[in-house]
């Protein structure tokens, strides 16, 4: 097992998740690649969605550089690929996601982005068995395991948290937008996460900047105590049903 076992199992006491939580690392050089553990590199060029289904469903520890990513969505926030006119324009969303080239544009533009050229590859696994310090950490699950982990994390901070989305691209959500505030980030699964990355219609994502997990687990655990739960935990009643069923029965007998 890996470094962050432990951390694992604190999640998954809290969380009961179906898949590996997974820790995700960006890299400055693609060289780096050769020092991670265990990796794993796709023969064939796949989207960048699809190394975190290896590592959350398989447990896999996969690599990934611009040269093997074919979501070009992906590249650009990230930043590995510099924002092309063609982008900038509105191409990608102008009629499949919005109507007009004007709303496109506005679309592309709040586009969360990582500054061109900082980094140029990107390495996930599952949590529990690698070895490198993760930037973030991300779990797919269901809403109120989400939930759990909103709970947990407004244990200490209060307030509300505020969700931001275009619904495409959500590696820009669940990567970029973490990576450039610093906080916890909730985003639906993108088309290309639930076509080529398998994840489920129920699924929500969570991205949790890796410096402020403990204090999640922290608040979870607090809030588990109070009776906060997952799994939820039921208020069983009496089936009123049940009730007159048997008081008919019971006459139909002496009957």
């Known amino acids: 097992m890996g470094k962050w076992n432990e951390l694992d199992k604190k999640l998954n ?6 898949t590996f939580p997974i820790a995700v690392k960006l890299l400055k050089d693609k060289e780096e690649l050769k020092a991670i553990k265990f990796l794993k590199k796709s023969e064939k060029k796949i989207a960048l969605c699809q190394i975190f289904s290896y590592s959350r469903y398989y447990g896999w520890t996969m690599g990934c550089t611009m040269e093997d990513n074919l979501c070009p969505l992906a590249n650009i926030a990230l930043g590995f690929e510099e924002p092309y006119k063609l982008f900038l324009e509105g191409a990608f969303f102008v009629g499949r996601y919005n109507e007009t080239k004007e709303a496109a544009k ?19 696994g599952a949590l529990n068995r690698v070895e490198f310090e993760p930037d973030f950490i991300m779990i797919w699950g269901n809403s109120a395991q ?9 244990w200490k ?3 509300r948290i505020t969700m931001s989305t275009f619904c495409d691209g959500v590696c820009a959500d669940t990567i970029a937008k973490a990576y450039l505030t610093e906080e916890l980030q909730i985003a639906f699964p993108c088309l290309g996460d639930r076509r080529f990355g398998m994840a489920k219609d129920t699924d929500l994502i969570a991205s949790i900047p890796f410096g402020i997990v403990d204090s999640i ?12 739960r997952y799994p939820i935990p039921y208020e ?9 069923l048997k008081k008919q029965l019971d006459k139909a007998k002496k009957d």
């Not at 989400?146 to 407004?154: A, E, K, P, S, T």
């Not at 922290?218 to 906060?228: Q, R, S, Y």
């Open 146 to 154: 989400i939930m759990r982990i909103i709970q947990g994390f407004l």
């Open 13 to 18: 006491k809290f969380l009961r998740l179906a």
């Open 217 to 228: 687990i922290e608040g979870m655990e607090k809030t588990h105590k109070t009776g906060t």
């Open 236 to 244: 069983l009643s009496t089936p009123e049903f049940f009730v007159k």
């Open 106 to 124: 506005k679309t592309t533009a709040t586009m969360p982005k990582i500054p061109y050229g900082k980094f140029s590859a990107i390495v996930s």
């Open 157 to 159: 901070e209060g307030g």
